[in-house]
């Protein structure tokens, strides 16, 4: 899992909840497919990345849904669409944890589904930038969202 902030690639978070590290150290194999939602997807058969770590971000659950695939994570940094898409994500974090292992958001939703906080596929990027490895980072940039 790679972090830029300000410049610098954090890869070792020493902080990890358990599940995190354990999902995160189970690897299928040594490839990882990070999926967003633009049109170079169009026709793309995701079944024949079953095998493999898979990624999937922000709104592109409305294709997974369609086609019914979903990725082992789900990503989603942009808390303005966290604010508009709250009902589909929380949606998407009860009834499809059983086919998404691991949810890394922001703590934004909490503002209006509290009770995710108890969840424990649930991870929250804000938990680990309070964290004493993040200790001094006064500005933390997430492009793309």
């Not at 170079?40 to 659950?61: C, K, P, Q, V, Y």
Request: glycine share 4%; proline share 3%; hydrophobic share 40%.
């Amino acid at each position: 899992m790679f972090i830029i902030i300000k410049g610098a690639i954090v890869s070792n978070f020493k902080e990890k909840k358990s599940d995190f590290m354990v999902t995160y150290m189970n690897r299928r194999s040594s490839h990882v497919f990070i999926l967003g939602n633009g049109p170079s997807l169009r026709g793309f058969d995701f079944h024949t990345i079953d095998e493999h770590d898979t990624i999937g971000m922000n709104i592109a659950f409305r294709h997974w849904h369609r086609i019914d695939w979903y990725p082992r994570y789900y990503i989603c940094m942009d808390t303005v669409m966290i604010e508009t898409q709250r009902e589909e994500i929380c949606k998407l974090i009860f009834d499809y944890s059983d086919r998404i292992e691991l949810f890394f958001i922001r703590n934004k939703i909490l503002n209006f589904y509290p009770d995710l906080k108890k969840q424990p596929h649930v991870v929250f990027l804000d938990d680990y930038l309070q964290s004493p490895y993040f200790s001094g980072i006064t500005d933390v940039v997430t492009t793309g969202s």
